[in-house]
């Protein structure tokens, strides 16, 4: 078998039997072990098996599929569904914005639809906007994304993230502070002093593989070992118990935009660092109204967390409740328009 062959087998996993409608899914993030990711991901299977999609493959994120065209163009599908997430900004030093961007005149190309989907967009250069035009749809995690987008002609709908679609479990009493990383590893390293100066939990949002599972990893690489339809389980359990945590936890300090989407999920009083892009801000600003419990990355030298701490206000209880409704009744409607 041929090189090019392998690595076709061990991405691609055509299903059985036939369907209403056949996608190919870009940029999977599940395979990076991120709690939000697995959300993301979840969420996109399910809403292509109730909308009775069949998932012909799944690309993975930091992979560029150019390369691979010639490939890829044996494989009929119906749409391409690209995973945007975080992935899609400052896109001169960005080679994945720019390959993520492109996929939409290659769909045009083949005389195929393609959604760009559960993204945050800013800082694009005049190529990457010309190709963004060519897309069927979007869907953006913010308001500051659509409006980014609007300045240079591009209609987009926002729907929050696809994270807010993750089961819940209401775990009653709450106590401790949960302080998750940031994508900024000098910011992480910070808040980890911060967790432990305030005798609190401290958590990456990425489970790491240990020396034998990356061994492990390097030894299959060749194998023909297909991305199926369905993650793979422990992905999903550690979730639940990420999630579960933060249920269970009083307060949340976080760097993280998934901590921030999945702290509003399960209603935890949070203060979140501003990030690589406006996601944070703009995602609290829609939920909230405001950015009252952003702070800059400057202020956190000297930061007093447990002086910080503020539990929700009935406004802000109120607010982020009608705005998690509103985004998950758009995002199902999102999903059915494209599966129509």
């Known amino acids: ?63 560029d599929w150019q390369p691979f065209k010639a490939i890829l163009d044996q494989y009929k599908v119906d749409a391409f569904i690209v995973n945007g997430e975080g992935s899609i900004h400052h896109s001169i ?23 760009l989907i559960n993204a945050s967009v800013e800082a694009l250069e005049n190529a990457e906007l010309e190709n963004l035009k ?62 432990r100066r305030s005798n609190a939990k401290y958590m990456s949002m990425r489970t790491r593989h240990t020396v034998l599972q990356r061994l492990m990893k390097k030894l299959s690489a060749d194998e ?11 992905l999903r359990e550690r979730l639940t118990q990420f999630t579960n945590m933060l249920s269970k936890s009083e307060f ?39 950015t009252h419990r952003v702070v800059d990355t400057q202020s956190l030298d000297d930061f007093d967390l447990k002086a910080q701490m503020q539990p929700w206000t009935d406004v802000e209880r109120s607010a982020s409740m009608d705005y998690l409704k509103k985004m998950q009744v758009t995002q199902a409607e999102f999903f059915t328009r494209i599966f129509a």
């Open 134 to 195: 060519t897309f069927t749809a979007i869907s953006v995690r913010e308001s500051l994304s659509q409006q980014y987008l609007a300045h240079h002609g591009i209609a987009s709908e926002v729907a929050g993230d696809l994270s807010f679609s993750t089961a819940i479990s209401d775990n009653g009493k709450r106590s401790g502070i949960l302080v998750t990383d940031s994508v900024l590893r000098p910011v992480s390293t910070v808040l980890e002093k911060i967790a």
């Open 252 to 290: 949340l300090l976080t760097g993280r935009f998934h901590s921030v989407c999945l702290g509003l999920l399960t209603h935890t009083p949070m203060i979140a660092v501003n990030s690589n892009t406006h996601k944070i801000s703009g995602i609290l600003n829609d939920a909230l109204g405001n």
């Open 1 to 63: 078998m041929a090189v090019g062959d392998q690595r076709r087998r061990r991405i691609f996993n055509p299903a059985d039997g036939v369907m209403a409608m056949r996608v190919a899914i870009f940029n999977d993030t599940s395979v990076t072990n991120h709690f939000g990711c697995t959300a993301v991901m979840s969420a996109i299977i399910e809403a292509c098996a109730q909308n009775n999609v069949e998932i012909a493959y799944r690309w993975p994120v930091g992979e």
């Open 93 to 115: 030093d960005r080679p994945r914005a720019r390959s993520l961007c492109a996929l939409g005149p290659y769909a045009e190309s083949k005389g195929i639809p393609a959604y």
């Open 224 to 234: 023909e070992r297909p991305i199926t339809s369905e993650l793979d389980p422990k």
